[in-house]
């Protein structure tokens, strides 16, 4: 156990000092208080006014995204370190010469990679809550329902980044995971669900299609579970086998991070 | 019992034989020597033995047991060619980094952490970022992380790298106290002098092959060669002891001579005093590690 936290340890003392990892937390900061700045009692959106249950579920999915997004940044900044940052750096030979399996070296560092982006996108959360309780005079904890049930979108772009940066060279895993992000919103929107049943489509294209629904990871998915389930929206049981989806999705990336990883000669 | 026991240890790089059926054991309280030059195998065969990187054939026993049970390591402390420090943080914080790796205790780690900084003097300095500290700072730091667990086994690439003259004897002290102790060492150095000082015995290995082992006072000892000094040189000394077997320099008072199978110095002894000269000293000529290294890597070519 100590040896575990020993790695956390290690690992926390790195991207503490981190100039990246302050950057991205000032300008999460600033975007979250930024967009307090326009939370009032009456809102208008398409020009249509929003007022009370309305308007904190407006508020609340606003938060979600801002808070989200800036810890899915993170998670990318932090996952393309977590297994080759020491690997880089040589260091990975003084850790390794020490009685620590490389699975237990790995886990440590993707619990650390989790638990920052994680708690990134709390404080974050925290603050909108706090400015939206003072502006809009509400009492609602639901929004940390939906953070939540976010975890796992953290959890799965740390390890999906992971893996791609023990293939890839660091700054391409960085970018293929944040343009995987970016897909997941395509993926994530029921253009391609939609496309997938509709039967005017070729067998083929729907199989790609299916294809890319299962490779690509639900990271938007899940994100809209997190908000019908914050907002009290109906979730269909399709949408929940979304959340096996990202949980399967998970599984396989930390089978995989192991596996390679366990390989690897430094 | 052994610590370190290899068995036809091969390393291979795609086409590379980076390690060829090298063989050795380390037993307990030794010090053995890794020589070679760049890229002969001394750091391959380090990297082996912490499972940094896998054999393509051949067996490593670390205590008698198999050198994959990770739970080993405790008992090994290892110092890199060039140690890759989290040059992010404090020199007394790298170090209680190491301790928790290692699984020591709060109280053990503080204590053996303020021991090792007020050991490598660098206790002063122990709040000083190792980004800060100069390149001899950093190597004791390197050092000092490797002794923390007190390990059985030390693993030393290069221990005096970068360090001036006090502090090499200063570890080399060390390794000798640990070594005293039971601990064994397996030592590659470029610095040939030290190695006659620190090592019992010594492989040398060229392009994985191992060209020669053995203790380093028979290494350094030249067949049947001895020193002679005497009171006065005469040259019918020469006429006699060619008897017996060769000169092969003569530096003034000072012979060298060679004898022939069958020889021994008692026969230079009588020889020199029949001539009524006195003999100062007689020992066993010994050359330089460097010489004989340079000497069996040129051979092997």
């Known amino acids: ?111 650390t990679a989790f638990i920052i982006s994680f708690s990134i996108t709390l404080v974050m959360s925290i603050i909108s809550w706090v400015i939206y309780t003072l502006r809009l005079n509400v009492f609602d904890l639901r929004i940390f329902l939906g953070i939540g049930i976010s975890a796992l979108d953290i959890a799965l772009i740390v390890s999906f980044v992971t893996l791609i940066s023990l293939i890839l060279p660091r700054l391409l895993a960085g970018f293929v995971g944040l343009m995987t992000y970016f897909f997941s919103f395509i993926t994530g929107i029921d253009f391609l669900k939609g496309f997938v049943l509709s039967e005017d489509v070729p067998t083929f294209t729907k199989i790609i299609a299916r294809i890319i629904y299962i490779i690509v990871p639900p990271f938007t998915n899940i994100h809209k579970i997190a908000n019908s389930v914050m907002n009290r929206d109906m979730v269909s049981r399709g949408e929940f086998s979304n959340l096996i989806h990202g949980v399967l999705y998970l599984i396989i990336c930390l089978f995989l991070i192991i596996s390679i990883f366990r390989r690897k000669e430094f | 019992m052994p610590l370190i026991e290899t068995y036809n240890l091969s390393k291979r790089y795609g086409d590379i034989l980076a390690l060829n059926n090298l063989c050795f054991k380390l037993e307990e309280g030794e010090s053995l020597a890794l020589l070679g030059r760049n890229g002969a195998g001394k750091t391959t065969t380090m990297k082996l033995i912490l499972e940094l ?175 002679v000094v005497v009171s006065e040189f005469k040259r019918g000394l020469i006429t006699g002891i060619e008897k017996i077997g060769k000169v092969i320099e003569i530096d003034g008072n000072k012979l060298r001579i060679e004898l022939k199978p069958g020889y021994s110095p008692q026969d230079i002894i009588e020889i020199v005093n029949k001539k009524k000269v006195d003999i100062v000293s007689i020992s066993i000529f010994k050359v330089a590690l460097e010489d004989i290294f340079s000497e069996l890597v040129k051979e092997k070519k």
């Not at chain 1, 009692?41 to 808070?67: A, F, P, W």
């Not at chain 1, 900044?77 to 750096?89: F, H, Y």
């Not at chain 2, 205590?63 to 060039?82: A, F, S």
């Not at chain 2, 620190?198 to 053995?214: L, M, Q, S, V, Y």
């Open chain 1, 1 to 111: 156990m100590i040896r575990f936290c020993g790695i956390i340890y290690g690992y926390f003392s790195y991207i503490g000092r981190r100039k990246t990892f302050y950057l991205v937390l000032g300008l999460g900061v600033l975007f979250v208080l930024i967009s307090g700045c326009f939370y009032s009692e009456n809102i208008t959106i398409n020009q249509r006014l929003i007022q009370g249950e309305n308007l904190i579920k407006v508020v609340r999915s606003i938060t979600l995204y801002l808070s989200i997004f800036w810890g899915m940044i993170l998670g990318i900044l932090i996952g393309i370190s977590t297994a080759t940052g020491e690997v880089e750096n040589r260091h990975i030979e003084l850790v390794l010469s020490k009685p620590i399996t490389r699975t237990e070296y790995i886990l440590a560092r993707l619990l």
């Open chain 2, 53 to 227: 990187i896998r054999p393509t054939s051949g067996t490593i026993k670390v205590i008698g047991r198999d050198h994959r049970d990770h739970n080993l390591r405790r008992e090994i402390g290892y110092l890199p060619e060039e140690p890759a420090l989290p040059m992010y943080a404090k020199a007394k914080n790298a170090l209680l980094y190491y301790g928790m790796l290692l699984g020591l205790d709060r109280k053990t780690r503080n204590r053996r952490v303020d021991e090792l900084l007020h050991r490598m003097g660098l206790y002063e300095d122990r709040n000083r970022m190792l980004n800060e500290y100069s390149r001899g700072m950093q190597q004791r730091v390197a050092f000092a992380q490797a002794i923390i667990g007190e390990p059985k086994i030390l693993i030393l690439d290069e221990p005096t790298a970068g360090l001036d003259p006090i502090w090499r004897k200063e570890i080399r002290s060390i390794i000798k106290e640990m070594t005293n102790s039971g601990c064994a060492a397996l030592i590659s150095s470029h610095i040939l002098a030290e190695i006659e000082l620190e090592c019992d015995r010594a492989i040398i290995i060229d392009k994985g092959n191992t060209i020669k082992e053995g203790k380093i006072d028979e290494l350094i000892s030249v067949g049947r060669q001895y020193s």
